[in-house]
């Protein structure tokens, strides 16, 4: 087995993990995880006994020299997250990237993550597309949605609930009211929802309605 391996893990139904990453769960010495009390439900739900180590992007800088030198020695860890892939939008690019560079043996599973149902979900174009997961939330916004008003490839957000409302304001300044786009939220979850229409028409309804759970935001490009 590999010293890490990145374990994706159900962004909303339990159903969705797989058979390869519960065996893994059950086989590494030790889980890096965001939140103990989050993986420990979904270890306990499997029946999976392991012990955990907390990893996070608050965290990481500190924790990757030892966490290094353990995997040096041939003790064998997976790296979670709370919901979905690590690596994508949470902690993991710079474990993964100082394995790579000592020679530490990676392997990822593949599994959930919401961007990519919410994409197919959205029925914009999916054969080319950009993920931009969370954009700054304040310096560097402006910028960064004034350099993709010209992205002709389907664009890809994650945002949260309270924040939803002034980024579709924000899509609909910089991208065009009419810009055709995709709310989706609770990927996977009892109350999955998928609203279609123009950034007008998404700014009208989500003015008027309050939302929960993670949210996925799906532009269309710039026609030209």
Do not use: W
């Not at 058979?19 to 086989?27: G, K, N, S, T, Y």
């Not at 979670?80 to 560079?101: K, Q």
């Not at 609770?186 to 009208?204: N, Q, T």
């Amino acid at each position: 087995m590999s010293g890490l391996i990145i374990v994706p893990t159900p962004v909303g139904n339990l159903e969705d993990i797989t058979l390869r990453a519960q065996r893994i769960l059950r086989e590494v010495d030790y889980v890096l995880t965001e939140d103990t009390r989050v993986t420990g439900k979904l270890l306990k739900h499997f029946d999976i006994s392991v012990r955990m180590m907390t990893y996070h992007q608050h965290n990481e800088h500190k924790v990757l020299p030892g966490l290094m030198e353990r995997l040096r020695s041939g003790i064998r860890f997976a790296l979670v997250s709370d919901a979905g892939t690590p690596g994508i939008s949470d902690a993991g690019f710079l474990l993964v990237r100082e394995c790579v560079r000592e020679g530490v043996p990676v392997e990822v599973l593949p599994g959930p993550t919401a961007f990519v149902p919410a994409l197919v979900a959205s029925g914009l174009p999916c054969d080319r597309f950009c993920f931009e997961g969370f954009l700054p939330v304040k310096k560097g916004r402006k910028s960064r949605l004034e350099g993709l008003a010209g992205e002709t490839r389907t664009m890809v957000f994650y945002e949260s609930p309270h924040r939803l409302l002034k980024t579709l304001i924000s899509f609909a300044d910089a991208f065009g009211p009419e810009r055709q786009a995709c709310v989706s939220r609770e990927i996977s979850k009892l109350h999955e929802e998928h609203v279609r229409g123009s950034l007008a028409e998404l700014v009208d309804i989500f003015g008027q309605r309050s939302v929960k759970g993670e949210i996925t935001i799906v532009v269309s490009g710039l026609v030209i």
